[in-house]
């Protein structure tokens, strides 16, 4: 039987993921793919401390990237480092050298994925990402194999299971943001620097990945709408659930009359939804497209061994593809021009919160300013939460984003009215 | 730009779905594909009622089989009559006449799926059959590509569109069994002899072809315990409300200490998982693996579109393999010996309805004969229903198969206890 020589760039959980999944299920690889996949070496910063573990000791260890990109024997590079720069110009000089990468580097891939599969292209030699985008759910293999003959109308998503787990349990166990976090980074699932994953920015790359692979258009950072949950009070949790919805953090993709709009942020999902039953560390896509309807793909979006999986599966796709002498084709093959929706066409209900003072005119001039706006409203529920402060939540009908930043522009100039949130509505289908 | 021509076997609501999607998006499958797909011809039992139809204007209708197997420029037939024979007899010539062949047909490939795939494999041309389980769900492809690394524990599968809709609006609209399914009959979601989906052959069927792929096993029908939704009453649907479960008649295909078992019947479902939120005639696949633990895959089971979707990515598949050279290699490489669990060691809870007369001694007895069979009660509640009866619903910790079938013959033998229902408890996992 033919082996195929892979070689780790990283031997962090991820990196030591993969190195048990190929061990343990060497058999049914051979079986699968008619070839045996062996890890020859890997790359650290100090080899030392790697040397005398025994799950690693058939792999040589350096610190070292030209040993492993100039050895002939090494097919496949595994990058599970996590950084971008470095990462940017290993992999470069991997595709460059010929060798085929697989990669689980979301940041790098959203920020300079499309040059990435330029360069592998050019090369002819192969690029995946599966493991990039929700861990271990084969989100991306889905959409190019079983969506290449429907076309995607949305894609939304629980895609950070930081947030995930800290909103669950400021839902479930009605603690605040801070205690949720705080529980998040003793479990494992939140870093001491948690910026990246409750100001939406992970969230946001992950949908940009998804937007190419659904879309076929690259669209920028810049260009995502992005709104994280530290602004998220206990009292909106509350609120919400009255009205018959929890609050997820969603990343959003449209198409709108072919347009894209890309955005991140909490959103109200109906309890009878299924994206509502998603709770803890886990994540889950739902797709929506003009053959299927709506589909849903659920499972965990991080942790070691399914994000080694899912490196996995992508180094058997590889491997086929060596076998049958079609690499370089790319992992995406669908491609259109980015053009990006206007505010006036992206239509969403919402939810708001606002502090009044507590006069009777201050409900009316709040229903003038949103009059002015033409937004409609289909509820709105006063309380007194202080001496003389009301509590006011509304939730419109279908306006769109232009009216939705004019409503906001014209709420900061009034003084004795505060806007405290607003958050989207999906609808209560599914 | 190269040209694929196929053949459809039928052109009732699937097959059109097939020409509306490919005719459709026929500029994305280019693009994706590199080739252009064609329907050159389609077999029907009428030809004259198809020939003025707009849609089917540039396809050549026949009825005579022997005119596409015949015909050199047909690469792939699209079988989707239905039934099994005819559907056998034609399937096994196209591959035998070097034509790669999709296929929906899911009573076929439960059957006769292992042979087919040999003469495909001898003649080193495909066998794809995607859309025969879960329809629109891409469940098939997902186990072939991102489990191959994995260990797969269970697959759990609302599987049946009917059964589903009927036990929703049993549950949501306190229907009647009878009113559900006619009210699913005027829909077109059941059948007007509804036996093979209402009595779980249905669902059978494609747990078979689903354990196939994730286990390689081949389990024939007879081999498979299963159990419909005739009896379920508008009572059981209150009851394990209450308990805070949801009935779905569920296929699962576990495996134990490597064995296999296969079965399909009513479980009582906690609310709070994924299953639960799945509703009306959509499906979901929930499966249970050593790395990613758990993963749920929801969407539309069946449908013109939906099941078209999944024969034209079946269709694109083939088309690579065709370009890439590397067609007969089989969907599924996958095989292990088929050997089955034993009664002894497959555990878990049960619900028990059960009528006794109104005695004091009845409920002892009942306690008395379950203890017997060291069966231990988690939870019991009695209510009076009639005069004289009483109902004693028990919840019971984890027992086997063997233990199961002990309590009902014994139950069987006293005359004044009677077991009305007994259905599987799910785990409150996900």
Redesign the interface.
């Known amino acids: 039987m033919s082996q195929l020589k892979i070689a780790l760039l990283g031997l962090g959980t991820v990196g030591s993921?993969v190195v048990s999944?190929?061990n343990?299920?060497q058999d049914?690889?051979k079986?699968?793919?008619g070839q045996e996949i062996v890890i020859k070496s890997a790359l650290v910063k100090t080899p030392d401390k790697y040397k005398e573990e025994p799950a690693f000791n058939t792999i040589e260890i350096t610190n070292d990237i030209s040993t492993i990109l100039s050895d002939p024997e090494v097919t496949i590079v595994v990058e599970v480092m996590g950084t971008i720069d470095a990462a940017k110009d290993y992999i470069s000089r991997a595709l460059t050298a010929g060798k085929h990468v697989v990669t689980a580097n979301k940041d790098l891939m959203a920020v300079h994925g499309g040059q990435l599969e330029e360069i592998a292209k050019e090369h002819t030699v192969d690029l995946y990402y599966?493991a990039s985008v929700a861990g271990?759910?084969?989100i991306l293999?889905?959409i190019v194999?079983?969506?290449?003959?429907?076309?995607i109308q949305s894609v939304k998503g629980i895609v950070n299971g930081t947030t995930n787990y800290i909103l669950t349990k400021m839902t479930e166990d009605n603690l605040s943001y801070q205690e949720a976090l705080i529980q998040a980074q003793e479990k494992g699932f939140a870093e001491s620097d948690p910026t990246s994953d409750v100001d939406g920015w992970d969230a946001a790359r992950k949908m940009i990945i998804l937007a190419r692979l659904a879309f076929g258009m690259n669209i920028s950072l810049e260009e995502v709408s992005v709104q994280g949950i530290r602004g998220i009070d206990v009292n909106d949790i509350v609120r919400a659930k009255d009205l018959g919805y929890k609050i997820k953090l969603l990343g959003q993709a449209r198409l709108i009359d072919e347009k894209a709009f890309l955005e991140v942020g909490p959103v109200l999902v109906p309890e009878?939804?299924?994206l509502?039953?998603?709770s803890n560390e886990n994540n889950a896509v739902l797709i929506n497209s003009?053959?299927?309807?709506?589909?849903?793909?659920?499972?965990?979006g991080a942790g070691s061994?399914?994000t080694?999986?899912?490196i996995?599966?992508d180094?058997?796709?590889v491997s086929?593809n060596i076998?049958?002498?079609?690499c370089g084709k790319g992992f995406n093959?669908?491609?259109q021009p980015s053009i990006l929706a206007e505010d006036a066409i992206i239509y969403a209900n919402y939810y708001l919160s606002l502090h009044l003072e507590n006069r009777p005119d201050r409900l009316s001039a709040l229903e003038q300013i949103m009059a002015e706006q033409e937004i409609a409203i289909e509820k709105a529920d006063q309380q007194l939460v202080e001496n003389d402060i009301s509590q006011v939540v509304i939730v419109t009908q279908p306006v769109n984003k232009a009216q939705i930043k004019d409503l906001k522009a014209q709420l900061e100039k009034e003084v004795d009215i505060e806007l405290k949130t607003m958050y989207q509505i999906m609808d209560k289908e599914?």
Chains 1, 2 share one sequence.
């Open positions: 993921g999944i190929i343990q299920h049914k690889i079986q699968m793919t599966e271990g759910i084969p293999r889905t194999n079983s969506f290449s003959s429907d076309m009878t939804h299924l509502a039953s998603v003009a053959a299927l309807g709506e589909t849903m793909f659920y499972g965990p061994l399914p080694a999986n899912s996995v599966s180094i058997i796709a086929k076998a049958n002498n079609s093959s669908y491609h599914v």
